[in-house]
């Protein structure tokens, strides 16, 4: 299996800023592709931000030009970098990865970090 184990959430006030991170682990495993998704209460969970191996990146409408999503290849890990944060932004956040494992294609979750903006 790979693992993912997001850090970095938290309580934040309106205008302020958090960096999430994401880890992967395991063995025999290529991570390609990951991505943050973000999930609030009694709605859907939408997509974030992802990000190719090759670093080619794609954002919700709502968060472009707010928030940044990076990864070290090396490291195996996703980072979102989140400005300007507002009430609408609070959510569980969860982090997305997908490679191959084994050399058979995998797809993980991480368990959720929550953000919270206060207005």
């Known amino acids: 299996q790979v693992q993912l184990v997001e850090s970095g959430g938290g309580l934040v006030q309106a205008g302020g800023s958090l960096r999430l991170s994401c880890a992967a682990s395991?063995?025999?495993?290529?991570?390609?592709?990951m991505g943050w998704y973000r999930q609030a209460p009694g709605k859907q969970r939408d997509l974030v931000a992802f990000?190719?191996?090759?670093?080619?990146?794609k954002y919700g409408d709502s968060v472009k030009g707010r928030f940044t999503i990076s990864r070290d290849n090396v490291k195996n890990t996703v980072y979102l970098q989140m400005n300007s944060l507002n009430a609408e932004d609070t959510a569980v956040y969860y982090c997305?990865?997908?490679?191959?494992?084994?050399?058979?294609?995998?797809?993980?979750w991480g368990q959720g970090t929550q953000v919270t903006v206060s207005s």
């Open positions: 395991g063995s025999d495993f290529t991570i390609s592709a």
């Open positions: 990000i190719s191996s090759g670093g080619s990146t």
């Open positions: 997305w990865g997908g490679g191959r494992l084994s050399e058979r294609p995998f797809n993980s």
